[in-house]
Structure formats: structure tokens, C-alpha cells
């Protein structure tokens, strides 16, 4: 049992005169809904506990409020191992823990659901969830055709005044204009719930449904999310549901039964709760441990406004191992998961990480799949990446490279998420892909080439594109989480951001020229293998600044008047060249042109060709089309005209981040973006 702290006779006077306001010792059920400590408002206000404890004879509350007295606020049986009671005068902020009575014995344990712990093994706090004024509303997270992932771990990415490890919320959040300049719509954030200790990479939960202390409080969280959201930045979070701790695992043996020495009832008491990582794998067959995975899960969605998750290793929840066998109860929990946000939320996007190149997994319930919208895709990183890091250009397979860049599940290119680093490909014995390429000179011309190459592969290729941290800026060595991000790269290799930059905005059409890459076709035309050049084609309808003509030189040796076809004649125009010499000093600047394709030299199995020069590990975007002309922000709906209906567009989307009708990009439509519109009424594009 731990210690409980030492209270002083004024506070045991104080206590004593709680206890009686807050109602008698002999309690009855809550009557109002909920889990966990729920405030209330009164007349009395006050707060409603309520905990799942089975196997207990008697339950109560102790805390703060009653100066940790464990007799004097009992809790009710409703039934179905649930207990509850009411206790007015019990406001947010008061620390409490449940005290669970069996035959045998007695134990101090903190709230399962509890929505903030004063640290892993501290108490559990009340927290009022209305609290929070949200200033962004009506966010939407961009198409999945256009968005961009950018994962991050918040222990190491924001800098801290005086560079002490971890980093919080807030330090995160000023970093958010960073990210909004180089284009990126979306964030992952690596698990924030409450883990031992203040240093982790997260995947180790104690809590669930508590905020890591260290980074901050449930109202810091909400913080981001408003801030981001107002940046035009969805934020993701990364649940871990395959286990749970072990350590500082208050769940562990919850009210105090189990069998075989195991976890109690949260947890399989059969070899199923083996896992990797401890024998803490939750018992998926049982009612209210489903109950308590598939809320948690809402619970970020709703509460804290996220747009979507990541669930962590999926394999460990539908099978016992890397090589089964199946758990049946696993599989339709992930279902369930899957229906409830489709049910109330579906433009909220669920990624799998599996890593087993399962089309079941992104597959809707109703077919029998488990219902996630796309999924880490490991067919796409395992070739790319070795062929990135390969030093021989000889060894380099331009056909593995093709299958990486052609791999679907269920004929949906936007079913996967594609990426050459994430948190698990720069650590466990690996590190980033400029380190990779060169160990001990990351910086080398080596390094940035293949690596920038490896970038503008993931940006043009089908798929969900990614990025971990720092990668826009060349970051070094490895991924650790006693390691802070090195800001100063963003200003050394400030070319190379810039390089991302633009592939970023390509990748999502900022400049309305290269639809295709945001499209489902694609067709990889060209693979010369001794040479080491590879083209493909993306195209969402077809047309001009639809098609997008993709090249990519694999090896070291330039490539001069190289023949490659073309869908169509005209004039096709370089949008992007990675070689240029203004993405970094080092690189050759290999001339490479606007060009003429011909019907008269048809090639690669398409209507017409024409010739580029493409430098050392270089890839070229090309489109046909000008850039559309300039307009007015407060030409709201675009037609041309500002009049009564750019007016009408704002006042409808009064109050919320709509990105049309924001015409001063503020983050919120109001009396601001009125006024632009009326001051440019009558304006014609």
C-alpha cells in the first residue's frame, strides 16, 4: 500500500466539516451518468464517482475533499460490478483515489478513467471537461487525397527555455507557424497519455485517459488542437490498445482479484495476455474492457476535438503473436472501434499500423474487414528505404522500386500511408536515412541526393505521404527520446526545407498544376534498370495541370537528352527539379527545361516523347498548363465577382475556421473578413 500523505490536525478540523456538507457516510447511487469523477452542477454542485470493481465488498472514495478518508464517503453497488455515489462540494482540481475492499484485503487504487493524474503514481484529479472555451470551430480535416501527415514525438520536438528534457504542449504549439510554412495539414502525435516517469517515446500507457503530466494538462491539449486547428492542421493521436503499461499500472489487479498471478479483470488471465512488452494484454472478450478501448477512443474524438488516430501494432490486438493465433474478440473490437466513428464522426480518419500487408484490415466492417480507413504500408518503406541506403548504384532494383510505388489494398491508392521515417525506422537499431546512407556524415552530397530523392518518391507516390520530425531539415543520427530535435538545422539546411517544401505543395496542387498527384491513377511507364531511371505518370481525370509525369534518376551518373514518353503533345513544363543548386550549394544544377513532346516519336507505350536532361539522384515533376490567375481572398466563392454571394458565404460560415470565407486567414470568420468583402465589393477577377 503506498503512503498516504501526512495530514495536519487544522486540515482533519477542515476535513471533518466536508464531510458533513458533502452528505451522509451512508450514500446512495448517482443519478447521473458517466464514468469515472463526473462534475455536476448543482444547487449543490458537486462531482459523480462511478468505477467498475466487480470482485470489491465495498468501495469509497477518499481525496482531498475529505482529507483522505477512507470511511467517510461510501460508494453504492448498481449492479453489474459497477458502484457510484454523489458528493457535493467536490469541485475540479480536488485529488481523490478509490478504496477497494475485498474478503481479503484492501487497496488504494487510482481511477481508471481518470482525465488527469498529478503523475504515474500520484493521485487522480478532477477535471471539468466544459472548462475549455474553444475558439476554432467547425474545423475539417483536409481530403485524405491531399493530406500530408507530419508525426511527432512532443517530449523532444519543442525547445524548452533552458533545453531540459521534456518538452510540452506549449513549447509544441509554438512551433505550429513552422509547420503550417512548410505545407503540412495534419499531425501525428506519438502517444501523449500518462506513462511512467516524464521521459518515454509513450508506448507504454499507465492511463489511458489521462494527460502525461509532463506535457501539460487536459486544457493544454485542447490548447494545440484549437491552435493547430486554427493553422488549418489536423491533429492525430497514436492509442496504444495492445497492451498497457506494465509499470506504474494502476489497472493491473484492479480490485485486487486474479488468477494465475495475472492482471485481474482488466486483462486475459490466459497465455493471450502475453505480450512483446508484459503480460498486460486486455481482455478483449469482456464487456467493460471493450467498453472502456472503444470509448477511450471516442473520448479523444470528442472531447478533445482530434481528427482521427492511429492505433499502435494492431497485429498484437487481433492476434497472440507475430504468427497467431487469431483472437476473434480482438478483430471485432477493432470493428466496433471502426463503426462508432464512422456512426457520429466520418470524416475522422483511422489508420492502422499492422505491418502484415493485410487488405482485410482497411476492408468495411460490412464486407467483414476491420473497418480502419488506411494503414502503414510496409510494402511501400522496406524496398524504398533499402534502395535509398544500397551504396552501389549497381544494386539498386528499379522494378522493386516500381512494385513499391504501384502497391494498393482493395484498389485504393489512399489506403495506406507511405514514408521513409517514422519513429520506429529511426531507432531500434536503424536511424535516419541521411545517416543511414553515410554514418558519421549525414551531411555528406551522398546523403542529402539520396534522401531528398527518397522524400520526392513518397510525395509523388499514391498514397497517404508522411514525415517524422526534423526529416524536412536533414536531422541526424537517431531517434531517441532523452534527444531533442536540433533547430539549428532548420537554419543550415534551410535549402533543403525549402525543397520540401515545394514537394509538399506540389503534392497537395497548391498551385492547381499537379491534380494528378492527388489523384487514384497511376502507371509507372518507364523502368531502365541498367540505368537506373524510372518515370511514371499520375493523373486523377486527365488533362492539363491534371497529368503529372514523374522522373527519377537512381544513380549517381547524370542523365543527358533522355527520352522518355509522354501522354500527350505540347509543351510540358518543370515544376520541380530537385538538383537545383538554390535547395543546396552542393548540388549541380543540372539544366533541365521546359520541352516539346512530339506524336511523332511515340514511347513507352504512350502517344508521344520527348527528351530532359535529369541530374545525379534527381527527380523532375513535370505538368503541362499555366498557373491560374491571381484572385481576390474575398472573391469568397471564387466565381469571379465579389457581390452578395461572397457575402452571404462569410455570414453562413460566421464563427468558424472555413478556410474560403477566411479571407484574412485569422483562423475564425468574422467582422474582419466582413469588412474585406464589403471594401472590395464589386471587384472582378
Given at each position: 500500500?503506498?503512503?498516504?500523505?501526512?495530514?495536519?490536525?487544522?486540515?482533519?478540523?477542515?476535513?471533518?466539516?466536508?464531510?458533513?456538507?458533502?452528505?451522509?457516510?451512508?450514500?446512495?447511487?448517482?443519478?447521473?451518468?458517466?464514468?469515472?469523477?463526473?462534475?455536476?452542477?448543482?444547487?449543490?454542485?458537486?462531482?459523480?464517482?462511478?468505477?467498475?470493481?466487480?470482485?470489491?465488498?465495498?468501495?469509497?472514495?477518499?481525496?482531498?475533499?475529505?482529507?483522505?478518508?477512507?470511511?467517510?464517503?461510501?460508494?453504492?453497488?448498481?449492479?453489474?460490478?459497477?458502484?457510484?455515489?454523489?458528493?457535493?462540494?467536490?469541485?475540479?482540481?480536488?485529488?481523490?483515489?478509490?478504496?477497494?475492499?475485498?474478503?481479503?484485503?484492501?487497496?488504494?487504487?487510482?481511477?481508471?478513467?481518470?482525465?488527469?493524474?498529478?503523475?504515474?503514481?500520484?493521485?487522480?484529479?478532477?477535471?471539468?471537461?466544459?472548462?475549455?472555451n474553444w475558439q476554432t470551430n467547425g474545423f475539417q480535416i483536409a481530403n485524405w487525397n491531399e493530406l500530408v501527415i507530419y508525426e511527432l514525438h512532443l517530449g523532444t520536438f519543442g525547445q524548452t527555455p533552458d533545453g531540459v528534457l521534456p518538452a510540452n504542449f506549449d513549447e509544441a504549439k509554438a512551433k505550429l507557424d513552422d509547420l503550417k510554412d512548410l505545407g503540412i495539414n495534419a499531425i501525428e502525435l506519438m502517444p501523449f497519455c500518462e506513462f511512467p516517469q516524464s521521459v518515454s517515446w509513450g508506448y507504454n500507457p499507465s492511463y489511458p485517459y489521462a494527460i502525461e503530466s509532463a506535457y501539460g494538462t487536459p486544457a493544454d491539449l485542447k490548447e494545440f488542437v484549437d491552435a493547430a486547428h486554427a493553422r488549418g492542421i489536423a491533429v492525430l493521436s497514436d492509442l496504444v490498445f495492445n497492451h498497457l503499461g506494465p509499470n506504474d499500472l494502476d489497472l493491473w489487479q484492479y480490485d485486487a482479484w486474479s488468477t494465475k498471478g495475472l492482471g485481474g479483470i482488466y486483462f486475459f488471465q490466459d497465455s493471450r495476455a502475453n505480450t512483446p512488452w508484459g503480460n498486460t494484454r486486455p481482455d478483449y472478450g469482456r464487456n467493460e474492457v471493450r467498453s472502456y478501448?472503444?470509448?477511450?477512443?471516442?473520448?479523444?474524438?470528442?472531447?478533445?476535438?482530434?481528427?482521427?488516430?492511429?492505433?499502435?501494432?494492431?497485429k498484437y490486438i487481433r492476434k497472440v503473436d507475430q504468427f497467431g493465433p487469431d483472437i476473434p474478440e480482438g478483430w471485432s473490437l477493432l470493428q466496433w472501434m471502426n463503426d462508432s466513428v464512422n456512426a457520429t464522426a466520418p470524416n475522422k480518419i483511422s489508420i492502422c499500423e499492422d505491418l502484415d500487408n493485410n487488405a482485410w484490415l482497411?476492408?468495411?466492417?460490412?464486407?467483414?474487414?476491420?473497418?480502419?480507413?488506411?494503414?502503414?504500408?510496409?510494402?511501400?518503406?522496406?524496398?524504398?528505404?533499402?534502395?535509398l541506403i544500397t551504396p552501389n548504384d549497381s544494386d539498386r532494383n528499379m522494378n522493386a522500386v516500381k512494385s513499391a510505388i504501384l502497391a494498393q489494398y482493395n484498389a485504393d491508392s489512399f489506403q495506406r500511408v507511405i514514408y521513409t521515417e517514422s519513429h520506429d525506422e529511426v531507432a531500434n537499431g536503424q536511424s535516419r536515412v541521411p545517416e543511414q546512407i553515410w554514418p558519421g556524415n549525414a551531411a555528406s552530397w551522398y546523403s542529402k541526393k539520396r534522401s531528398t530523392l527518397g522524400a520526392a518518391v513518397v510525395m509523388t507516390s499514391p498514397g497517404i505521404p508522411m514525415l517524422f520530425m526534423g526529416q524536412e531539415f536533414l536531422e541526424d543520427g537517431w531517434f531517441a527520446d532523452t534527444d531533442p530535435l536540433d533547430w539549428s538545422k532548420r537554419t543550415t539546411f534551410a535549402?533543403?526545407?525549402?525543397?520540401?517544401?515545394?514537394?509538399?505543395?506540389?503534392?497537395?496542387?497548391?498551385?492547381?498544376?499537379?491534380?494528378?498527384?492527388?489523384?487514384?491513377?497511376?502507371?509507372?511507364?518507364?523502368?531502365?534498370?541498367?540505368?537506373?531511371?524510372?518515370a511514371s505518370h499520375r493523373w486523377m481525370n486527365g488533362g492539363v495541370g491534371d497529368d503529372t509525369i514523374v522522373v527519377m534518376n537512381w544513380s549517381t551518373t547524370p542523365r543527358?537528352?533522355?527520352?522518355?514518353?509522354?501522354?500527350?503533345?505540347?509543351?510540358?513544363?518543370?515544376?520541380?527539379?530537385?538538383?537545383?543548386?538554390?535547395?543546396?550549394?552542393?548540388?549541380a544544377n543540372t539544366t533541365t527545361l521546359d520541352l516539346d513532346a512530339s506524336y511523332s516519336s511515340p514511347w513507352d507505350g504512350l502517344a508521344a516523347s520527348g527528351t530532359l536532361n535529369i541530374g545525379a539522384y534527381t527527380c523532375v515533376i513535370l505538368s503541362q498548363g499555366d498557373p491560374p490567375p491571381v484572385g481576390n481572398p474575398a472573391d469568397v466563392d471564387g466565381s469571379g465577382t465579389i457581390d452578395a454571394a461572397d457575402l452571404a458565404a462569410v455570414?453562413?460560415?460566421?464563427?468558424?475556421?472555413?478556410?474560403?470565407?477566411?479571407?484574412?486567414?485569422?483562423?475564425?470568420?468574422d467582422a474582419s473578413d466582413l469588412a474585406l468583402v464589403l471594401g472590395a465589393w464589386g471587384w472582378q477577377g
Open positions: 500500500m503506498r503512503t498516504l500523505p501526512r495530514i495536519s490536525r487544522a486540515l482533519r478540523i477542515l476535513s471533518l466539516a466536508v464531510v458533513c456538507a458533502s452528505g451522509p457516510a451512508f450514500a446512495s447511487i448517482s443519478t447521473h451518468p458517466g464514468i469515472g469523477a463526473i462534475p455536476y452542477v448543482g444547487p449543490p454542485a458537486g462531482t459523480s464517482f462511478r468505477v467498475w470493481a466487480p470482485n470489491a465488498s465495498a468501495v469509497r472514495v477518499a481525496g482531498t475533499f475529505n482529507a483522505w478518508n477512507s470511511t467517510t464517503h461510501p460508494l453504492t453497488a448498481e449492479g453489474d460490478g459497477y458502484w457510484s455515489t454523489d458528493v457535493n462540494y467536490v469541485y475540479a482540481g480536488a485529488q481523490y483515489k478509490f478504496v477497494i475492499t475485498t474478503a481479503s484485503s484492501t487497496v488504494w487504487k487510482n481511477d481508471a478513467r481518470a482525465r488527469q493524474v498529478t503523475n504515474s503514481v500520484g493521485n487522480s484529479v478532477v477535471y471539468l471537461p466544459t472548462a475549455y478501448i472503444r470509448d477511450n477512443v471516442m473520448y479523444w474524438l470528442d472531447e478533445f476535438r482530434l481528427d482521427g488516430h492511429r492505433i499502435d501494432g494492431a482497411t476492408k468495411p466492417t460490412g464486407a467483414g474487414g476491420a473497418g480502419f480507413d488506411t494503414q502503414w504500408d510496409a510494402q511501400f518503406y522496406s524496398p524504398i528505404r533499402s534502395n535549402g533543403i526545407r525549402s525543397m520540401y517544401q515545394a514537394l509538399i505543395g506540389l503534392r497537395k496542387n497548391t498551385g492547381g498544376l499537379t491534380r494528378g498527384l492527388t489523384g487514384q491513377n497511376t502507371n509507372v511507364y518507364h523502368v531502365n534498370n541498367s540505368l537506373k531511371v524510372i543527358n537528352g533522355y527520352r522518355i514518353g509522354f501522354p500527350r503533345d505540347g509543351r510540358w513544363k518543370v515544376r520541380f527539379n530537385s538538383d537545383w543548386n538554390g535547395y543546396d550549394g552542393s548540388f455570414l453562413n460560415a460566421w464563427g468558424t475556421s472555413n478556410a474560403a470565407a477566411d479571407v484574412n486567414d485569422s483562423g475564425t470568420v
